[in-house]
Structure formats: C-alpha cells, structure tokens
C-alpha cells in the first residue's frame, strides 16, 4: 500500500469541494483560493487549481468578473452562481453523512 | 554578461534571461500539450501565466531587475509540472496523442513557397519537398493543379502547434519529441537573430 498515493487521492476528492466552500463565504481571484487552499494543506502544486476552476465555470458553477487591480492587470474574480450554491450545499450534506460514516466505523 | 528578453507575460513585461525564457517556454509549451484536451485549454493557460507573472514580480526588486534560471525552476516547483497536475479524470490528450502512428496531414507553414500544402504533403508521406512540388507544377501545366491546390489548401489546415508539426511527420507526441521539437524552434530564432 502507498500512503502517500492514498493520502492525494483523499486531498483530490475533495479539493472541487473546498474551491467551492472557500468562494461561498466571497468572491476571490485564483491567488486568494490558493493562499487558503496552501494555509489549509489540501493542495500541493498550484497548478491544480486553474483546470478546475475552468471546468466549474463551464459546468455552470462558477462565474467571474474581471476587476482592476493597483498591482497590476486586472484580476479574474470568481464567484459561485446559484447553481454552484445549491451544487455546494449537497456536497455539504454528503460531507457530513461521510464524516458520520467514517466516526462511527472508527469508534466503535 | 548575458542576453535578455522582454517578454509579456500575463500582461506584465518581464526581463528574463536568455537560458531562462528557454525553460520558461518549454515548460509552457508542455502544460499547453498537457491540457491539450481540454474544453477551454486556453483560457487555463492564460489564468497559469497570470499566476506565474505574479510570481516572477515578487522576486523582482530595485536591485534584481532580471528574472534568471533559478526563478524560472522555483515557479515551476510552485505551480507543478504536468505530472505533478496530473488529473485524476481519466486518460489525458496526451495519452491519445503519445499513441504510435498519429499521423495528420498538415500544411507545413515552416518549409512553405505559397500556402505549405506541398510541404505537408512531403512531411506526410516523407517525399522530397522538390518532388512534390514538380507533380503540382505539371498538373497545373495539365489545367487542374491550381483547382487543386486550392482545395487542399482549404481543406488541410495548418499546423501550428508543436504538437500538430510532431503529427505532421508521423511521430507520437510525446515530451521527448516536444523538447527536440521546441529546442530546434529555439535555435532557429537564435540563429535568425544571430546571436
């Protein structure tokens, strides 16, 4: 068994579900997702995260705006449509009942 | 000393090294191949070269004006290489076009006289360029060549990425090729520039 390779397959589910619930709270550009994305150890190389965000915006979760920037170009900002909002609180639901799942196997 | 160039990258100008815009390039050229097939391949690029850009002006300051080697391979540590994004969806383009024998017909914009079909037809079937070209030349003598190039010239289309000249000639993808590939581009704009 590879724990290593065990343990990214675990980050992989659900990284989709924390890009979500991290534009829940606000919209963001792709630099703020990664920076709480990094704080909370769930991804490992940024690029992971620019297909993903694509693709949740081409399934009709996301959507973004761009905004000017003092640093620089402007910036992509991301935020969840209502679909991503309905989409996000099913993921919530299965996360809990797998939470559950997982805790009562282990102590019991 | 060494030569510099300016790029654009995300819309920030950039200075880098010459070696480094030689990493900087290959390793762009093998994330485009890697999200080859995707819907909006593009469009993910662009957000990678938004976020690289953010990255080169961080290491930039008053008295490091120059984006050197060494950036070029701490960003791509931070942003990962293809393998490192691998996605967890299945086979990839890559993985069809690495397949032995995929082969296309393209026209060949880099050996071109008029619209690169002769060429293509070379690279294709692995003529003399010549050859092809005297074939194209009597049958327009016989008053149907020119109908024909022009259809052909609609119906091949271009190659214009590496990983269509690779297809052109009938070798798999893979990024072995993409490197010579991209390492004979390089050299030939030096040359041209007569560095």
């Not at chain 1, 990664?34 to 693709?55: C, D, F, N, Q, S």
């Not at chain 2, 890697?34 to 469009?43: L, R, Y």
């Not at chain 2, 072995?176 to 590939?181: A, E």
Request: aromatic residues 8%; contains cysteine; proline residues 3%.
């Amino acid at each position: 068994m590879d724990l290593e390779n065990n343990k990214a397959q675990m980050r992989k589910g659900i990284l989709e579900y924390c890009i979500l619930s991290v534009l829940s709270r606000n919209s963001c550009y792709a630099s703020d997702i990664i920076k709480e994305l990094k704080e909370a150890e769930v991804i490992v190389v940024e690029g992971t995260l620019y297909p993903l965000l694509t693709r949740q915006k081409n399934a009709g979760l996301l959507s973004y705006r761009w905004e000017e920037s003092l640093q620089g170009p402007p910036r992509k900002y991301y935020e969840l449509t209502e679909e991503g909002r309905r989409y996000l609180a099913d993921l919530d639901k299965s996360w809990m009942e797998l939470v559950e799942s997982v805790n009562h196997i282990r102590t019991r | 000393m060494k030569i510099t160039v300016s790029i654009n990258l995300g819309g920030y100008s950039i200075n880098i090294d010459e070696d480094a815009y030689a990493e900087l390039k290959r390793y762009l050229k093998n994330l485009e191949l890697h999200f080859a097939g995707e819907e909006s391949s593009a469009e993910i690029l662009s957000d990678i070269e938004a976020r690289m850009a953010e990255l080169f002006r961080t290491k930039l300051t008053n008295y490091k004006q120059v984006i050197d080697i060494g950036d070029v391979h701490q960003v791509i540590t931070v942003l990962g290489t293809p393998e490192d994004i691998s996605d967890n969806e299945g086979p990839t383009v890559s993985d069809k076009f690495s397949s032995p024998g995929y082969h296309r017909m393209y026209r060949d914009p880099d050996h071109r006289s008029i619209g690169g079909v002769c060429a293509g037809i070379a690279a294709y079937w692995d003529m003399e360029i010549w050859l092809v070209r005297v074939i194209f030349l009597i049958l327009a003598f016989m008053g149907v060549g020119i109908l024909i190039y022009l259809i052909l010239y609609i119906v091949i289309p271009e190659a214009k990425t590496t990983a269509d000249k690779i297809a052109m000639k009938g070798n798999p993808v893979n990024i072995h090729n993409i490197k010579d590939s991209v390492k004979q581009e390089f050299d030939t704009v030096r040359k041209n520039m007569k560095l």
